[in-house]
Antibody, heavy 124, light 113 residues
Framework: EVQLVESGGGLVQPGGSLRLSCAASGFTFSSYWMHWVRQAPGKGLVWVSGINTDGSTTNYADSVKGRFTISRDNAKNTLYLQMNSLRVEDTSVYYC?????????????????WGLGALVTVSS | DIVMTQSPDSLAVSLGERATINCKSSQSVFFSSNSKNYLAWYQQKPGQPPKLLIYWASARESGVPVRFSGSGSATDFTLTISNLQAEDVAVYYCQQYYNTPNTFGQGTKLEIK
C-alpha cells in the first residue's frame, strides 16, 4: 500500500525557517518524481515544487523561488522541503504528492497519491 | 502560466440527480503528438487530501465509481457525476499538467439540495 507521511510542520515566526519531510513507503520511491502542493486555510490547491527521480532537476513556483529548496534522499525514501524566509502568506497545509502519470515518454505532474498534509503556520 | 477557471463556484444537486462541473483553461492542454489532454480532476472532502478521480481528461482512476466521468478537449472540460450520492459532497478541482507550473482551478463546492 502506497503511503506518504508528512512531518515537520508547526508554528514559526515571519522570517523563520522550517523543514518538512515526507516519508514514502509501498512503492519504489526512486522511480517517481515527487512534489509539494499547498493549501491555505479555506483556499484552493497551489503547486509549490517538484523534483525528479535522482534529485538533479527541481522546479519551483515563483512565489517560493529562492526561499524554498526541495530535495530527496532515495536511500531513506524521504522527500524534503526546506523553507526559509517564511512569510505570513506561506501559512498552509503542505501536501507531498507522487507524480504517477506517464505520457509514453516522460513523467507528468499528475498526482495519484497524496499525504495527509502538514500544517505550517507563520505568525508573530 | 495556464489559468484554470471552474464554473460554477458552488452548486447544490438533489440525490440521484446529475452534477456538472466545468473547467476552462487559458490555453490548450491538448498535446497533438500523442492526442492526449493533460487535464485531471480531483475530489477533496473536508479534512482530507485530494483524491485523483480522472486523468487524461476522461480516464477514470482505479476504484473510482463509474458515475464519475470526464469529457472535453483542448480548453473546455467537464466533470459529470451521475446519480449523485451523499458521499459525493466535496470540493472538486481540475488541474492541468501540460506544463510547469501545473495549475489548479479554484474549486467547485458540491452540496446536496
Amino acid at each position: 500500500e502506497v503511503q506518504l507521511v508528512e512531518s515537520g510542520g508547526g508554528l514559526v515566526q515571519p522570517g523563520g525557517s522550517l523543514r518538512l519531510s515526507c516519508a514514502a513507503s509501498g512503492f519504489t520511491f526512486s522511480s517517481y518524481w515527487m512534489h509539494w502542493v499547498r493549501q491555505a486555510p479555506g483556499k484552493g490547491l497551489v503547486w509549490v515544487s517538484g523534483i525528479n527521480t535522482d534529485g538533479s532537476t527541481t522546479n519551483y513556483a515563483d512565489s517560493v523561488k529562492g526561499r524554498f529548496t526541495i530535495s530527496r534522499d532515495n536511500a531513506k525514501n524521504t522527500l524534503y522541503l526546506q523553507m526559509n524566509s517564511l512569510r505570513v502568506e506561506d501559512t498552509s497545509v503542505y501536501y507531498c504528492g507522487r507524480a504517477g502519470g506517464w505520457d509514453g515518454s516522460s513523467w507528468v505532474s499528475l498526482f495519484d497519491f497524496w499525504g495527509l498534509g502538514a500544517l505550517v503556520t507563520v505568525s508573530s | 502560466d495556464i489559468v484554470m477557471t471552474q464554473s460554477p463556484d458552488s452548486l447544490a444537486v438533489s440525490l440521484g440527480e446529475r452534477a456538472t462541473i466545468n473547467c476552462k483553461s487559458s490555453q490548450s492542454v491538448f498535446f497533438s503528438s500523442n492526442s492526449k489532454n493533460y487535464l485531471a480532476w480531483y475530489q477533496q472532502k473536508p479534512g482530507q487530501p485530494p483524491k485523483l478521480l480522472i486523468y487524461w481528461a476522461s480516464a477514470r482512476e482505479s476504484g473510482v465509481p463509474v458515475r464519475f466521468s470526464g469529457s472535453g478537449s483542448a480548453t473546455d472540460f467537464t466533470l459529470t457525476i451521475s446519480n449523485l450520492q451523499a458521499e459525493d459532497v466535496a470540493v472538486y478541482y481540475c488541474q492541468q499538467y501540460y506544463n510547469t507550473p501545473n495549475t489548479f482551478g479554484q474549486g467547485t463546492k458540491l452540496e446536496i439540495k
